[in-house]
């Protein structure tokens, strides 16, 4: 028993890694290029700090990575509990990670086109800085698309949290908030762009607080190994 303790764990520092990764990426990088509504500060943000750029691509890439492992992980700890739920859970994020990989190319663009190519001399700055705005503009939908799949594997991850007792209940519930949250999340960015609900910004904030909680239960208490054979016999999923 004391295997599936060190898998929850393991699972917990690959969270980790994605989750420091993530941040840096948006927050130490992106918040610092992006100049909202300025299609000209932003290519010239690219430009000027090109190396920091990419290496918020590379960030991005290690998330994704770090992403996929951490479901194989989830997988395997919570199959047990439910067979279809936890293929649920690993189908949905490998959807998840394959459309964040491909959409990191969106930002690979971006950083060609505020390269120094002589493939550019085609272009004049006024188009550079508009190819830059779309693919950069091309990349956030493209987040929200894989909100989608994100949402779905918060669910039945949440279920089987709440279902066996590995994990305090409240996580599981957090997590199946914050599908609810993703969805309306998603739906709301491509059918209601100019909504000001206040409450919309913060819509998102169970699977937040599910997430980190999760990863620091995983990472410092593993899992409650001692319910796993109860929950074994009595699930029918």
């Not at 950083?111 to 700055?125: I, K, P, R, V, W």
């Not at 199946?176 to 969805?183: Q, S, Y």
């Not at 910004?201 to 319910?227: F, N, Q």
Request: glycine letters at 6%; a neutral charge.
């Amino acid at each position: 028993m004391d295997s599936n303790k060190k898998t929850a764990r393991i699972a917990g520092c690959i969270f980790l890694v994605l989750l420091i990764s993530g941040i840096f990426a948006e927050f130490f990088v992106r918040h610092k290029i992006f100049v909202p509504d300025d299609i000209i500060s932003t290519a010239k943000n690219i430009k000027d700090k090109h190396a920091l750029f990419n290496l918020g691509i590379v960030s991005d890439i290690i998330m994704s990575t770090a992403y996929f492992f951490y479901a194989i992980f989830l997988y395997f700890i919570f199959k047990p509990v439910s067979k279809t739920f936890s293929l649920i859970l690993i189908s949905s994020s490998m959807v998840g990670v394959s459309i964040l990989c491909l959409n990191t190319f969106n930002q690979i663009a971006a950083s060609l086109l505020a390269g120094n190519g002589n493939y550019l001399e085609a272009f004049n700055q006024e188009q550079l800085n508009g190819l830059i705005t779309f693919f950069l503009k091309m990349h956030i939908n493209g987040y929200y698309v894989a909100q989608v799949f994100y949402g779905l594997y918060l669910f039945p991850l949440g279920y089987m949290i709440y279902k066996s007792g590995l994990i305090p209940k409240f996580i599981g519930v957090l997590l199946m908030l914050g599908f609810v949250g993703d969805m309306i999340n998603f739906f709301n960015f491509f059918l209601f762009p100019k909504s000001e609900f206040v409450l919309l910004d913060y819509v998102t904030l169970p699977a937040d607080l599910g997430e980190v909680s999760l990863c620091l239960w995983l990472v410092i208490m593993g899992i409650r190994e001692y319910k796993l054979e109860t929950q074994i016999k009595s699930s029918t999923i």
